[in-house]
Protein backbone atom coordinates (compact mmCIF):
# COMPACT_ATOMS: atom_id res chain seq x y z
CA UNK A 1 0.00 0.00 0.00
CA UNK A 2 1.11 3.30 -0.22
CA UNK A 3 3.49 4.80 2.45
CA UNK A 4 4.53 8.47 3.06
CA UNK A 5 8.02 8.31 5.09
CA UNK A 6 8.75 11.16 7.51
CA UNK A 7 11.73 11.93 9.09
CA UNK A 8 13.36 12.87 11.74
CA UNK A 9 11.49 10.86 14.31
CA UNK A 10 12.71 13.32 16.95
CA UNK A 11 14.21 17.00 16.99
CA UNK A 12 14.97 18.65 19.68
CA UNK A 13 16.07 22.24 19.37
CA UNK A 14 17.37 25.80 21.40
CA UNK A 15 14.52 28.21 21.23
CA UNK A 16 15.16 30.48 18.32
CA UNK A 17 16.97 27.62 16.28
CA UNK A 18 15.17 26.58 13.19
CA UNK A 19 13.35 23.04 12.46
CA UNK A 20 13.04 21.08 9.49
CA UNK A 21 10.74 17.89 9.28
CA UNK A 22 10.30 15.86 5.63
CA UNK A 23 8.36 13.33 3.85
CA UNK A 24 8.74 11.66 0.98
CA UNK A 25 6.59 9.01 -0.84
CA UNK A 26 7.76 6.15 -3.17
CA UNK A 27 4.69 7.49 -5.64
CA UNK A 28 3.46 10.58 -7.18
CA UNK A 29 0.91 12.40 -4.47
CA UNK A 30 -2.67 14.38 -5.51
CA UNK A 31 -2.05 16.73 -2.48
CA UNK A 32 -0.11 16.72 0.73
CA UNK A 33 -1.13 18.27 4.01
CA UNK A 34 0.46 18.95 7.03
CA UNK A 35 -1.01 18.82 10.57
CA UNK A 36 0.28 19.94 14.21
CA UNK A 37 -0.46 17.67 17.36
CA UNK A 38 -0.44 19.12 20.67
CA UNK A 39 0.98 16.42 23.49
CA UNK A 40 -2.27 14.78 24.62
CA UNK A 41 -4.38 16.35 21.36
CA UNK A 42 -5.59 15.61 18.39
CA UNK A 43 -4.14 16.67 15.16
CA UNK A 44 -5.47 19.79 13.95
CA UNK A 45 -5.10 20.83 9.79
CA UNK A 46 -1.95 23.53 9.30
CA UNK A 47 -2.08 23.61 5.46
CA UNK A 48 -2.60 21.73 1.86
CA UNK A 49 -0.34 21.70 -1.03
CA UNK A 50 -1.45 20.99 -4.36
CA UNK A 51 0.63 22.07 -6.75
CA UNK A 52 4.26 20.88 -8.28
CA UNK A 53 7.07 23.18 -6.32
CA UNK A 54 4.30 24.62 -4.08
CA UNK A 55 5.91 26.95 -1.44
CA UNK A 56 3.69 28.23 1.06
CA UNK A 57 4.33 30.21 4.77
CA UNK A 58 2.27 31.14 7.32
CA UNK A 59 4.45 33.51 9.30
CA UNK A 60 7.00 31.60 10.68
CA UNK A 61 6.14 28.20 8.84
CA UNK A 62 7.36 27.55 5.16
CA UNK A 63 5.55 24.75 3.62
CA UNK A 64 7.39 23.56 0.57
CA UNK A 65 6.16 20.60 -2.18
CA UNK A 66 8.82 19.17 -4.20
CA UNK A 67 8.50 19.22 -8.27
CA UNK A 68 7.74 15.71 -8.84
CA UNK A 69 4.98 15.83 -6.28
CA UNK A 70 6.24 13.30 -3.98
CA UNK A 71 8.02 15.02 -1.24
CA UNK A 72 7.77 17.75 1.14
CA UNK A 73 8.90 19.66 3.80
CA UNK A 74 7.96 22.21 6.79
CA UNK A 75 10.53 24.67 8.09
CA UNK A 76 10.18 26.33 11.19
CA UNK A 77 12.00 29.37 11.69
CA UNK A 78 13.38 31.06 14.94
CA UNK A 79 11.53 27.65 17.22
CA UNK A 80 9.44 29.04 20.20
CA UNK A 81 8.18 26.97 23.25
CA UNK A 82 4.13 27.19 21.66
CA UNK A 83 5.71 25.01 18.35
CA UNK A 84 6.44 21.92 20.75
CA UNK A 85 4.40 19.19 19.43
CA UNK A 86 4.95 16.47 16.69
CA UNK A 87 3.68 17.40 13.32
CA UNK A 88 2.55 14.75 10.55
CA UNK A 89 2.04 14.93 6.63
CA UNK A 90 -0.37 13.40 5.28
CA UNK A 91 -0.63 12.56 1.67
CA UNK A 92 -3.46 11.89 -0.77
CA UNK A 93 -3.02 9.87 -3.73
CA UNK A 94 -4.72 10.38 -7.28
CA UNK A 95 -7.59 7.64 -7.78
CA UNK A 96 -7.92 7.46 -3.92
CA UNK A 97 -10.72 9.56 -2.75
CA UNK A 98 -11.10 8.44 0.62
CA UNK A 99 -7.64 7.52 1.92
CA UNK A 100 -5.37 10.02 3.88
CA UNK A 101 -2.40 8.38 4.70
CA UNK A 102 -0.32 10.19 7.68
CA UNK A 103 3.58 10.05 7.88
CA UNK A 104 4.75 8.77 11.03
CA UNK A 105 5.14 12.52 12.65
CA UNK A 106 8.29 14.53 13.98
CA UNK A 107 8.05 15.36 17.52
CA UNK A 108 9.36 18.27 18.11
CA UNK A 109 10.88 19.76 21.80
CA UNK A 110 12.00 23.34 22.34
CA UNK A 111 14.39 23.81 24.87
CA UNK A 112 14.20 27.88 26.35
CA UNK B 1 -20.56 25.06 11.61
CA UNK B 2 -19.40 21.40 11.64
CA UNK B 3 -18.60 19.14 14.93
CA UNK B 4 -17.24 16.22 15.58
CA UNK B 5 -18.40 14.18 18.36
CA UNK B 6 -16.69 11.14 19.77
CA UNK B 7 -16.41 9.17 23.17
CA UNK B 8 -15.89 7.64 25.29
CA UNK B 9 -12.80 9.67 25.84
CA UNK B 10 -11.14 7.12 28.14
CA UNK B 11 -11.42 3.06 28.11
CA UNK B 12 -10.14 0.45 30.34
CA UNK B 13 -11.67 -2.78 28.68
CA UNK B 14 -10.33 -6.47 29.89
CA UNK B 15 -9.01 -8.86 26.86
CA UNK B 16 -11.66 -10.82 25.08
CA UNK B 17 -14.25 -7.99 25.74
CA UNK B 18 -16.16 -6.26 22.95
CA UNK B 19 -15.76 -3.16 21.37
CA UNK B 20 -17.86 0.01 20.80
CA UNK B 21 -16.47 3.47 19.79
CA UNK B 22 -18.84 6.31 18.21
CA UNK B 23 -18.42 8.78 15.96
CA UNK B 24 -20.83 11.30 14.84
CA UNK B 25 -20.28 14.51 12.41
CA UNK B 26 -22.87 17.33 12.49
CA UNK B 27 -23.51 20.01 10.58
CA UNK B 28 -22.26 18.27 6.69
CA UNK B 29 -23.76 15.83 4.51
CA UNK B 30 -22.18 12.86 3.23
CA UNK B 31 -18.64 13.29 4.09
CA UNK B 32 -15.82 11.14 4.09
CA UNK B 33 -15.37 9.43 7.62
CA UNK B 34 -11.66 7.86 9.23
CA UNK B 35 -10.75 5.83 11.79
CA UNK B 36 -7.12 5.91 12.79
CA UNK B 37 -5.03 4.32 15.58
CA UNK B 38 -1.97 6.10 17.48
CA UNK B 39 0.07 3.88 19.93
CA UNK B 40 1.86 5.66 22.66
CA UNK B 41 4.49 7.84 20.92
CA UNK B 42 3.80 7.11 17.49
CA UNK B 43 2.04 8.14 13.73
CA UNK B 44 -1.41 7.77 12.71
CA UNK B 45 -2.08 4.44 11.12
CA UNK B 46 -5.58 4.70 8.83
CA UNK B 47 -7.44 1.97 10.28
CA UNK B 48 -11.04 2.12 7.91
CA UNK B 49 -12.39 5.10 5.69
CA UNK B 50 -15.68 5.30 4.58
CA UNK B 51 -16.76 7.68 1.74
CA UNK B 52 -20.71 6.72 2.34
CA UNK B 53 -23.16 4.77 3.85
CA UNK B 54 -22.22 1.31 4.11
CA UNK B 55 -19.19 1.60 2.40
CA UNK B 56 -16.24 0.36 4.31
CA UNK B 57 -12.17 0.30 3.26
CA UNK B 58 -10.08 -1.17 5.39
CA UNK B 59 -6.41 -0.57 5.43
CA UNK B 60 -4.94 -2.99 8.01
CA UNK B 61 -6.44 -6.53 8.16
CA UNK B 62 -7.07 -7.17 12.30
CA UNK B 63 -9.53 -8.30 14.88
CA UNK B 64 -11.64 -4.91 14.08
CA UNK B 65 -14.33 -3.58 12.36
CA UNK B 66 -16.26 -0.16 10.90
CA UNK B 67 -19.47 0.06 9.79
CA UNK B 68 -21.02 3.76 8.95
CA UNK B 69 -25.26 2.89 9.66
CA UNK B 70 -26.04 6.44 9.11
CA UNK B 71 -24.43 9.26 6.78
CA UNK B 72 -22.88 10.86 9.51
CA UNK B 73 -22.14 8.21 12.08
CA UNK B 74 -18.97 5.72 12.10
CA UNK B 75 -18.72 3.07 14.77
CA UNK B 76 -15.61 0.77 15.38
CA UNK B 77 -15.66 -2.17 16.75
CA UNK B 78 -13.96 -5.77 18.19
CA UNK B 79 -15.73 -8.99 19.51
CA UNK B 80 -12.38 -9.67 21.00
CA UNK B 81 -9.98 -7.15 22.21
CA UNK B 82 -6.53 -8.00 22.11
CA UNK B 83 -3.79 -6.35 24.52
CA UNK B 84 -1.75 -5.08 20.77
CA UNK B 85 -5.49 -2.84 20.82
CA UNK B 86 -4.62 -0.47 23.54
CA UNK B 87 -4.08 3.21 21.70
CA UNK B 88 -5.40 6.08 21.01
CA UNK B 89 -8.23 6.12 18.98
CA UNK B 90 -9.24 8.56 16.70
CA UNK B 91 -12.25 9.65 14.13
CA UNK B 92 -11.84 11.96 11.60
CA UNK B 93 -14.09 13.99 8.70
CA UNK B 94 -13.55 15.17 5.47
CA UNK B 95 -15.76 16.86 2.69
CA UNK B 96 -13.66 15.26 0.00
CA UNK B 97 -10.93 13.21 -0.54
CA UNK B 98 -8.98 16.31 -0.95
CA UNK B 99 -9.61 18.28 1.83
CA UNK B 100 -8.56 19.19 5.01
CA UNK B 101 -9.25 16.46 8.06
CA UNK B 102 -11.42 17.23 11.12
CA UNK B 103 -10.22 15.41 14.19
CA UNK B 104 -12.59 14.00 16.82
CA UNK B 105 -10.89 14.32 20.68
CA UNK B 106 -10.03 10.64 20.48
CA UNK B 107 -10.50 7.32 22.90
CA UNK B 108 -7.76 6.52 24.62
CA UNK B 109 -8.32 2.81 25.09
CA UNK B 110 -6.05 0.11 27.75
CA UNK B 111 -6.86 -3.44 26.97
CA UNK B 112 -6.23 -5.21 30.00
Known amino acids: GQQVMQIPQYQHVQEGEDFTTYCNSS?????IQWYKQRPGGHPVFLIQLVKSGEVKKQKRLTFQFGEAKKNSSLHITATQTTDVGTYFC????????????FGKGTKLSVKP | SQTIHQWPATLVQPVGSPLSLECTVE??????LYWYRQAAGRGLQLLFYSVGIGQISSEVPQNLSASRPQDRQFILSSKKLLLSDSGFYLC???????????FGQGTRLTVV
Open chain 2, 92 to 102: AWASGGFTEAF
Open chain 1, 27 to 31: TTLSN
Open chain 1, 90 to 101: AGNYGGSQGNLI
Open chain 2, 27 to 32: GTSNPN
